[in-house]
């Protein structure tokens, strides 16, 4: 039982690292430090892939009440999301997350079986 625990431990999984945030520079920044701390654990990765940009636009009527000339507010919101997939042991992958995220970036971790 305990070296099926251990072998469990040991075995390859895929770890699919999702990050999303509405600033461009913070995400290049983690998705960098990530890519970076990966080469040197020589981590199989594939990624960053750049998924396209999801653009939220709201627009709106300048005048509380109606009245006089038409005119409109135009606000809009990018979304930016990079998927990173590591191929290694789950512990050596929470020894590179340890970095430094901003705080902006928001980051999903999913491990699935290779």
Known sequence: MKGAIENEKYRLRRIR???TSKN???IE???SDIMKGAKEKNLNVSGPVRLPVKTLRITTRKSPCGEGTNTWDRFELRIYKR??????QCEVVTQMTSINIDPVVEV???I???
Not at 83 to 88: G, N, P, V
């Open 17 to 19: 690292i999702a990050l």
């Open 108 to 110: 999903e971790v999913i």
């Open 24 to 26: 461009l520079r913070a």
């Open 29 to 31: 920044k983690v998705c």
């Open 112 to 114: 699935t079986d290779s």
């Open 83 to 88: 998927l990173i997939d590591l191929y290694s």
